[in-house]
C-alpha cells in the first residue's frame, strides 16, 4: 500500500532542462498514464521514480519514504519496458524467477511465485520455451510476469505496446487493464498514444516539454481541457481551433465571437473579463461541429476530403478565407468533395482560449451525461 508522490521534481542534463518542476500526488491502487509526445519527458520521469536516472532537485516519495536516494532494488518498484529485455537463454520460467532468485529467494516460493504470475498471465504452456520461441505479445507478457512476481508497490510501464502490432496492441492493453483491477497495485504507464491513455488511466498527466499541463481524470480532460494543448492532445481527430475576436464584451456567461469568414458565434464559457476586439481562440471537436447541407452556417465552404467509415462520416471543409474545419459526423452522409456546406456550432460545445492558450471556464453542465442503452 503506498502513494505515490512528487514534489517539484526536476531534471536537467548539463544546461539543458527537460523535467522543469512536476508535481504529482498518486493515489495507492491509481492506474496513472502520462502521455505527450514524443521528447517531452515521460521516460525521464518514470526513470527518475525508478530510481534509474538522478533527481537534480525535488523529492520522491513512496508511501511515507523519500526515496530520491534509495537504489532502484530498494524502491518496492517494477518497471516493464518497450523493449521486453528478456534474458534470451533463460526459459520463460527463468526469466520470470530470475529477479527472486537474485534476492536469495528460496526455490520452493519462488517457483510459487512464478506459477502463479504464469496463471495470471496464461503464461503456463510457455515456460519451458526460450524468449525466441515466442510472439511479441508472449514477450511483453514474460516481461509484465516478471514484474508481478515482485509484488511490488508501484508498476511502471513505458511504452509497453509500442512493438506490438495494432491487434495485439488493443488485446495486451485490456489485458493490463485486467491485471490492475485484479493487483489493484499503483501503475504508472507512460504512451505517446491518447487512445491508450483514455482506455486505460483513472487519471492522465499530459506532459509538455517537461510541464504537466494537466492533471485529470480522461473525461474531464475530454470537456474540461485547461489549454490549447490538452485540448488538441486529447481527443481523435484534433479539435479545430479557429482564431477569432471578441464582437463585444464578454461575461461569465458567454461570449460573441467572429473571425475571418466566420458569422458571429455565442461561446457558452465563462468570459468574465473579456474585452471587445480581444483576440482569442475558438476550438471545437469534430464530432461536434454541424454540417448543414443548405449551404448556410456560421462558416460555410466546401467539402475538400471525405473519408467514408461506415459508421461514420470524416470531412474536412475549407472556407473561400481558407479556414478549414474537420468534422466527424454519425452515419453515411450524401455528399461528395466539392459540395457546398454550412457549418454551425452549438455554444455549449465551444471551447474559447486566451492568447496565452490558457482555456476559459466551461460550465460543468458541458459534460453530457453518460448514455443510457435500453
Ligand atoms: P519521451 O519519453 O517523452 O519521448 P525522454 O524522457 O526520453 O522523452 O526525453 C526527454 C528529453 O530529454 C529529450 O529531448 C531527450 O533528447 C533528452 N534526453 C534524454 N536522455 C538524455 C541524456 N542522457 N542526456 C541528454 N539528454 C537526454
Ligand atoms: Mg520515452
Same mark, same amino acid.
Given at each position: ?188 504507464? &507512460? /504512451?505517446?498514444?491518447? !487512445?491508450?491513455?483514455?482506455? +486505460?488511466?483513472?487519471?492522465?498527466? #499530459? $506532459? @509538455?516539454? %517537461? ?106 471543409? &475549407? /472556407?473561400?478565407?481558407? !479556414?478549414?474545419?474537420?468534422? +466527424?459526423?454519425?452515419?453515411?452522409? #450524401? $455528399? @461528395?468533395? %466539392? ?36
Amino acid at each position: 500500500m503506498a502513494d505515490l508522490t512528487l514534489t517539484q521534481v526536476k531534471k536537467s542534463y548539463g544546461k539543458v532542462d527537460i523535467i522543469k518542476g512536476v508535481d504529482l500526488s498518486i493515489k495507492h491502487g491509481e492506474f496513472i498514464v502520462f502521455v505527450g509526445p514524443s521528447g517531452c519527458g515521460k521516460s525521464t520521469l518514470l526513470r527518475m521514480i525508478a530510481g534509474l536516472e538522478d533527481i537534480t532537485s525535488g523529492t520522491i516519495k513512496i508511501g511515507e519514504k523519500v526515496v530520491n536516494d534509495l537504489q532502484p532494488k530498494d524502491r518496492s518498484i517494477a518497471m516493464v519496458f518497450q523493449s521486453y529485455a528478456l534474458f534470451p537463454h533463460m526459459t520463460v520460467g527463468e526469466n520470470v524467477g530470475f529477479g527472486l532468485k537474485i534476492a536469495g529467494e528460496p526455490k520452493e516460493s519462488m517457483e510459487k511465485k512464478v506459477a502463479e504470475a504464469a496463471r495470471i498471465l496464461k503464461l503456463e504452456p510457455l515456460l519451458d520455451r526460450k524468449p525466441s520461441q515466442l510472439s511479441g505479445g508472449q514477450r511483453q507478457r514474460v516481461a509484465i510476469g516478471r514484474a508481478i512476481v515482485r509484488k511490488p508497490d508501484v508498476f511502471l510501464f513505458d511504452e509497453p505496446l509500442s512493438n506490438l502490432d495494432a491487434a495485439l496492441r488493443v488485446n495486451t492493453r485490456a489485458e493490463i487493464a485486467k491485471l490492475h483491477r485484479d493487483l489493484s497495485a499503483t501503475m504508472v504507464y &507512460v /504512451t505517446h498514444d491518447q !487512445v491508450e491513455a483514455m482506455t +486505460l488511466a483513472d487519471r492522465i498527466a #499530459v $506532459l @509538455d516539454s %517537461g510541464y504537466v499541463r494537466q492533471f485529470g481524470a480522461p473525461m474531464d480532460l475530454y470537456h474540461y481541457p485547461d489549454n490549447t494543448f490538452v485540448a488538441g492532445f486529447i481527443g481523435s481527430p484534433k479539435m479545430n481551433f479557429i482564431p477569432v475576436t471578441a464582437a463585444g464584451a464578454g461575461n461569465g456567461s458567454g461570449v460573441s465571437v467572429v473571425g475571418s469568414g466566420l458569422a458571429k458565434v455565442q461561446a457558452a464559457v465563462d468570459a468574465s473579463g473579456v474585452v471587445k476586439d480581444q483576440k482569442l481562440t475558438l476550438g471545437i471537436r469534430p464530432e461536434h461541429v454541424r454540417i448543414s447541407q443548405d449551404g448556410k452556417g456560421a462558416l460555410v465552404g466546401t467539402v475538400q476530403l471525405l473519408e467514408r467509415l461506415g459508421n461514420q462520416t470524416f470531412l474536412e471543409v &475549407v /472556407t473561400a478565407t481558407g !479556414v478549414s474545419t474537420t468534422a +466527424l459526423i454519425e452515419g453515411d452522409l #450524401v $455528399l @461528395d468533395i %466539392g459540395d457546398k456546406v454550412g457549418i454551425n456550432f452549438a455554444a455549449t460545445d465551444c471551447h474559447l482560449f486566451d492568447e496565452k492558450g490558457e482555456a476559459f471556464a466551461r460550465p460543468r453542465t458541458a459534460a453530457k451525461p453518460r448514455k443510457k442503452v435500453a
